[in-house]
């Protein structure tokens, strides 16, 4: 079994497919530590190998835990609790059925709640945080068999949001929600990268969400898209009369590639869960034959950043589909990309050429060193272990963590062994 774009091959063949949070538990306490690892299984968007193991993959793919809200002392919905396996398509369509929202989407919908926030996923927006931020409780299976809930203002909910699935299978997450609003998404082509490195921060700040599209060569950026909210954002920046040209008609963000997947565009309003994602859920997201990474830096260093991988802009265009450059609000989960930092995420959507990738990663690696880059854990990156634990400053305190709690390592796999710092 593979992951959804084929770049990795699962260890094992033994794949467990449980329907309730009761046949997790059972699993768990079933599979002994000497018979080998546990590893929970999303929706296998992971290009990395954080969820492989030579145990028992628990699939959470036919988890049945129905959406139910939770109600404010006046009445008004404050929280849902979701299934881990649950897409965030499945969670955006309950939520706006009942007049609700989240505050932000990743750029795919196809994506399982549980995964996206453990490995610390995020959309886009100078005033959004990661999808971990909008977690209230997570209940997880521990090593025992027994079902824990940690919650929000749990000593240990900080290192559990974004626990890499060390800890635990989760089983059903609690997230914040708020009312329902419309989003209307425009995209600009070619906008010059003098106007757009001297604008940054307005055009990152110039719509609820926004991403910009390159492959680090040439004098213009490849795509602007613009996901405002008429309720809340302000003026809009002016990209025309910065040089780029509005899109007349619908467009992929992949040079080349139908738009018929992409959510729609040219200004025309529509419910949150349609518009904050970048791709719709019912084709096959992204490009498919693709490997990705990225790499998440202060916001307050992106110009240079930017610059300095326009520099070797030769060494990455050829190895592109494209890249994604986004805002990331600070949030407080100790290993997401954006602790404790307004954050730009540095996307890269690649062709699927491992070997090559493999070889130009250690020089944007070394080109981003100086603007202290994290690594996304669900993507392919090269930084060493003693890179890591420079980059995630609770690295440590996370690793411990995991030895409380797991203390006979029935959850850990190599990728695990291979960055957390030991003893």
Same mark, same amino acid.
């Given at each position: 079994?593979?992951?959804?774009?084929?770049?990795?091959?699962?260890?094992?063949?033994?794949?467990?497919h449980?329907?309730?949070?009761?046949?997790?538990?059972?699993?768990?306490?079933?599979?002994?530590?000497?018979?080998?690892?546990?590893?929970?299984?999303?929706?296998r968007?992971s290009?990395?190998?954080?969820?492989?193991?030579?145990?028992?993959?628990?699939?959470?793919?036919?988890?049945?835990?129905?959406?139910?809200?939770?109600?404010?002392?006046?009445?008004?919905?404050?929280?849902?609790?979701?299934?881990?396996?649950?897409?965030?398509a499945?969670?955006?369509?309950?939520?706006a059925?009942?007049?609700?929202?989240?505050?932000?989407?990743?750029?795919?919908?196809?994506?399982?709640?549980?995964?996206?926030?453990q490995?610390?996923?995020?959309?886009?927006?100078?005033?959004?945080?990661?999808?971990?931020?909008?977690?209230?409780?997570?209940?997880?299976?521990?090593?025992?068999?027994?079902?824990?809930?940690?919650?929000?203002?749990d000593?240990?909910?900080? *290192?559990?949001?974004?626990? +890499?699935? !060390?800890? &635990?299978?989760?089983? $059903?997450?609690? =997230?914040? %929600?708020?009312?329902?609003?419309?989003?209307?998404?425009?995209?600009h082509?070619?906008?010059?990268?003098?106007?757009?490195?001297?604008?940054?921060?307005?055009?990152?700040?110039?719509?609820?969400?926004?991403?910009?599209?390159?492959?680090?060569?040439g004098?213009?950026?490849?795509?602007?898209?613009?996901?405002?909210?008429?309720?809340?954002?302000?003026?809009?920046?002016?990209?025309?009369?910065?040089?780029?040209?509005e899109?007349?008609v619908?467009?992929?963000?992949?040079?080349?590639?139908?738009?018929?997947?992409?959510?729609?565009?040219?200004?025309?309003?529509?419910?949150?869960?349609?518009r904050?994602?970048?791709?719709?859920?019912?084709?096959?997201?992204?490009?498919?034959?693709?490997?990705?990474?990225?790499?998440?830096?202060?916001?307050?260093?992106a110009? *240079?950043?930017?610059?300095? +991988?326009? !520099?070797? &802009?030769?060494?990455? $265009?050829?190895? =592109?589909? %494209?890249?994604?450059?986004?805002?990331v609000?600070?949030?407080?989960?100790?290993l997401?990309?954006?602790?404790?930092?307004?954050?730009?995420?540095?996307?890269f959507?690649?062709?699927?050429?491992?070997?090559?990738?493999?070889?130009?990663?250690?020089?944007?690696?070394?080109t981003?060193?100086?603007?202290?880059?994290?690594?996304?854990?669900?993507?392919?990156?090269?930084?060493?272990?003693?890179?890591?634990?420079?980059?995630?400053?609770?690295?440590?305190?996370?690793?411990?963590?995991?030895?409380?709690?797991?203390?006979?390592?029935?959850?850990?796999?190599?990728?695990?062994?291979?960055?957390?710092?030991?003893?």
């Open positions: 079994m593979k992951n959804w774009a084929g770049n990795v091959e699962y260890s094992t063949h033994d794949v467990r449980p329907t309730t949070p009761a046949e997790v538990a059972e699993i768990v306490a079933a599979v002994d530590a000497a018979d080998g690892q546990l590893k929970a299984l999303g929706s968007h290009f990395s190998l954080i969820a492989d193991t030579a145990g028992t993959l628990v699939a959470l793919d036919e988890l049945v835990v129905e959406p139910t809200l939770q109600l404010g002392d006046d009445g008004v919905a404050v929280s849902v609790r979701v299934g881990a396996g649950s897409t965030y499945q969670v955006g369509a309950f939520l059925a009942n007049d609700l929202a989240l505050p932000n989407l990743a750029s795919l919908p196809h994506i399982s709640v549980a995964g996206a926030v490995t610390g996923t995020h959309g886009s927006g100078v005033r959004n945080g990661s999808l971990a931020s909008s977690v209230l409780a997570l209940e997880i299976v521990r090593a025992s068999g027994q079902l824990e809930i940690v919650r929000e203002h000593p240990d909910f900080a *290192a559990s949001v974004v626990g +890499l699935g !060390a800890l &635990g299978i989760v089983t $059903a997450v609690t =997230l914040r %929600v708020q009312p329902h609003f419309e989003v209307a998404q425009h995209v082509e070619g906008l010059p990268w003098a106007a757009a490195l001297s604008n940054w921060s307005a055009i990152m700040s110039g719509g609820y969400s926004v991403s910009v599209f390159t492959t680090f060569q004098e213009n950026t490849h795509q602007i898209w613009s996901k405002r909210r008429p309720d809340v954002d302000g003026p809009e920046v002016d990209l025309v009369a910065l040089g780029a040209t899109a007349s619908t467009v992929h963000p992949l040079p080349g590639v139908a738009a018929d997947s992409v959510t729609a565009q040219l200004r025309e309003p529509g419910p949150w869960n349609e904050l994602a970048h791709f719709r859920s019912e084709f096959q997201p992204s490009h498919g034959e693709e490997i990705q990474s990225e790499y998440l830096i202060p916001a307050e260093h110009v *240079a950043a930017i610059t300095a +991988l326009r !520099a070797i &802009g030769d060494r990455i $265009a050829p190895l =592109l589909h %494209v890249s994604e450059l986004r805002s609000a600070a949030d407080t989960a100790w997401s990309p954006s602790y404790a930092r307004d954050s730009l995420a540095i996307h959507t690649w062709k699927p050429l491992p070997e090559a990738i493999l070889a130009v990663l250690p020089l944007i690696e070394h981003l060193e100086p603007f202290a880059p994290r690594p996304h854990w669900g993507k392919v990156a090269t930084m060493s272990p003693a890179g890591l634990a420079r980059a995630y400053p609770r690295l440590g305190d996370f690793a411990a963590h995991v030895r409380r709690v797991d203390p006979a390592g029935r959850f850990m796999n190599p990728y695990l062994k291979r960055v957390l710092p030991h003893d």
